[in-house]
């Protein structure tokens, strides 16, 4: 008789789930017991990097992934990392061991008590099977509740003596199932929207990370220049939906509402893909739009076009929006069309020091075309945007909702998803520590991200936001004197510690050829963000 732990395994590698991201506890053994040699287990030393490298994954594949936690105190190191992944709707599937079903009650040790809230609303779906019998159907449910309607991260926590129980044949039923949505604009939602496109004097794409996450960026190139649109990118990108050099690029919108509808008070028509309306920061409020400015949305998350406090919203696969919509709107003259703007000149680094925009300049000059970065440097993306020329999807990603300990894991989850292209990470000195284990699983599994980290020896966002917020004497503002590339070297992974641009340009070219993890630190200005 087949158990539910080797019928899961069948049905996970039926499901191509064949990563299983995780850090182990008794309570999950049973599960990891006897698993197919097609399953690779990567091993994260913190569950926070253990959902950050799948984060990464699955971002990067286009696919769900599988983690394994241990219980309530797995799941907990990794509640920081759930803040990323819902914002994301990254399909991360995360299973956790809970105690023997008949001791949970009695909360006996490594009892996760009331598993199925613990995640709660950081899942968009979390159970616990109510007997044994319904694992291998929960954990179906699990994958499609990942990867259907407003995807995300789900949290499924099986007892672990459920495992070796017998599995039903009613099971195998699971194996042939599929499930698959269609969300596509009506007929006459396109009509009507291509007819409001056709008719406005000037109109304003604003682009959302979703764009790049359903790899659109080419329809959403094709639809900007249809309407010689001006281009923007939604406030706090995770993903850059839209070449960052194209002449119609005009920047990222800040996350601030009076310093939004600043900057579209001149368009008639605003139409936003992919995005909420809108994610936010630093609160400085005004109007949300000037008078006279209509703005449309377009989104798959149902929640970012219910709790919009503005604007149209139409609830609809936004791959298929903009392949419609690109192929239905009158073209406009554009002269800027193929057009790429230069980069302003990065000032010099002074006695060791590089201001940020010319570590990022050096970037551009010398890192592959192709390279994707994996970004955590919180006060640094103004010289960032200024700075890089990224033209190809997937080049970009940065934590969906700030929170730290993404960067250096994910960039291991993305450079394992795309083999085949460089992977950069760039990282604040603050940022490094909340995931800084993931440079354990680089060295364990030769995974060769390049990590820079950028040293100015503070938490520069919050001395900024220290300031708009009039927190004069704030504590707890500095990072300085830590020595990364003795970390780097303490977990397996060679490191150079730079203060030249030709010793910067060099570090680079011989991590890029080692075919091994590499890190470079650097000491950097402070600049706002
Ligand atoms: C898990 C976590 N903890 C704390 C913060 C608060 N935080 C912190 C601590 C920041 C400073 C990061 O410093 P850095 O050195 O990585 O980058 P910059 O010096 O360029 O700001 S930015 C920010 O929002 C956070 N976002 N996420
Ligand atoms: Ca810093």
Redesign the pocket.
């Given at each position: 008789v087949t158990s539910i732990r080797e019928f899961t395994h069948e049905f996970m590698i039926a499901q191509g789930l064949t990563k299983v991201f995780g850090n182990p506890g008794s309570n999950e053994l049973p599960f990891l017991k006897g698993m197919p040699a097609e399953v690779q287990y990567v091993l994260g030393l913190h569950e926070g990097v253990v959902v950050g490298m799948a984060d990464g994954f699955a971002q990067a594949s286009g696919k769900p992934a599988l983690v394994n936690l241990h219980a309530a105190s797995g799941t907990g190191n990794a509640m920081?990392a759930l803040t990323n992944a819902v914002y994301s709707q990254t399909p991360l599937v995360i299973t956790a061991g809970q105690q023997v079903r008949e001791t949970i009650g009695q909360e006996s040790f490594l009892s996760n008590v009331d598993a199925a809230l613990l995640t709660r609303p950081l899942t968009s779906w979390s159970m616990e099977p109510a007997c044994a019998a319904d694992v291998p159907r929960a954990f179906g449910q699990a994958v499609w509740e990942a990867t259907t309607g407003t995807k995300g991260p789900v949290y499924l926590s099986v007892p672990y003596d459920d495992w070796d129980q017998p599995s039903s044949p009613n099971d195998r039923h699971l194996l042939a199932r599929s499930v698959t949505e269609a969300r596509s604009l009506s007929q006459e939602q396109l009509d009507r929207l291509v007819r409001r496109l056709d008719r406005a004097d000037r109109v304003a794409l604003v682009l959302g990370s979703a764009v790049d996450t359903v790899n659109a960026s080419d329809d959403a190139r094709i639809l900007a220049e249809r309407l010689n649109a001006d281009v923007w990118v939604a406030p706090s990108p995770y993903r850059l939906p839209f070449p960052n050099r194209h002449g119609q690029f005009r920047g990222v919108l800040p996350a601030a509402i009076a310093g939004v509808s600043e900057r579209l008070k001149d368009y008639d028509l605003v139409l936003v893909l992919g995005a909420p309306v809108f994610r936010y920061h630093q609160h400085s409020p005004g109007q949300y739009l000037a008078d006279g400015v209509e703005l449309v949305q377009i989104t798959e998350e149902t929640g970012a076009a219910t709790r919009a406090p503005f604007g149209e919203a139409i609830v609809a696969d936004v791959a298929g929006a903009l392949a419609a919509l690109s192929g239905n709107v009158a073209a406009r003259p554009n002269s800027r069309s193929g057009s790429w703007r230069e980069s302003t000149p990065a000032p010099q680094a002074q006695d060791g020091i590089f201001h940020?925009a010319k570590v990022f300049e050096l970037l551009r000059e010398n890192a592959p075309g192709n390279t994707a970065y994996v970004v955590?440097?919180?006060?640094?993306n103004e010289a960032f945007w200024d700075q890089m020329d990224l033209r190809l999807p997937s080049s970009y990603f940065w934590?969906a909702s700030?929170?730290?300990?993404f960067g250096m894991p994910a960039a291991v989850g993305v450079q394992m998803a795309m083999p085949q292209r460089p992977v950069i990470a760039v990282?604040?000195?603050?940022?490094?520590n909340?995931g800084i284990t993931a440079l354990w699983t680089a060295a364990h599994y030769n995974v060769p991200v390049t990590f820079i980290i950028?040293k100015?020896g503070?938490?520069?966002?919050?001395?900024?936001f220290a300031d708009l917020l009039q927190v004069e004497d704030a504590p707890g503002m500095d990072?300085d004197g830590i020595d990364f590339a003795a970390l780097a070297r303490g977990y397996g992974v060679t490191a150079t510690t730079v203060a030249s641009e030709k010793a910067f340009i060099d570090s680079l070219s011989r991590a890029a050829s080692s075919g091994r993890p590499h890190l470079i630190e650097v000491a950097t200005s402070?600049?706002t963000?």
């Open positions: 920081g940020p955590e440097s919180t006060s640094t934590p700030g929170g730290l300990g990282i604040g000195d603050g940022s490094a909340y950028l100015n503070t938490y520069g966002a919050l001395r900024w990072v402070l600049t963000p």
